[in-house]
């Protein structure tokens, strides 16, 4: 208690946090580490923020080399399909349908 008889902060925080441990399970409650403060879990928010930047970028890197590896593959397929859009004859036709067999049989 402060010199007015009110609670700090910390004892604050700390009431509040045995409140919400107390209504979880024992499972549960294990999964929350122990904070002595207010600041302690800002600051263990702040590392754990950081530690999700990381993990979201590896995994968008990854997706991203992923998906150009599916790109890169594909794109014969686009250039022949690309020549089946542009036709205006029946010859463009042809030979964008007999590239599309060509490239499906490599």
Do not use: H, W
């Not at 009110?6 to 580490?33: I, V």
């Not at 990854?62 to 890169?72: G, I, S, T």
Request: net charge positive.
């Amino acid at each position: 208690m402060s010199l007015y008889g009110s609670p700090t902060s910390d004892e604050f925080f700390k009431n509040a946090q045995k409140a919400f441990l107390d209504t979880l399970g024992p499972k549960d409650r294990a999964a929350f580490s122990a904070c002595s403060s207010s600041d302690e879990l800002i600051k263990s928010l702040k590392e754990l923020e950081c530690q999700t930047k990381r993990i979201q970028k590896r995994s968008i890197t990854q997706c991203q080399a992923v998906f150009k590896k599916l790109n890169d593959k594909l794109q014969p397929y686009f250039d022949a399909l690309n020549v089946l859009g542009g036709a205006d004859t029946t010859s463009a036709i042809a030979y964008g349908a007999f590239r599309v067999v060509l490239q499906v049989r490599l």
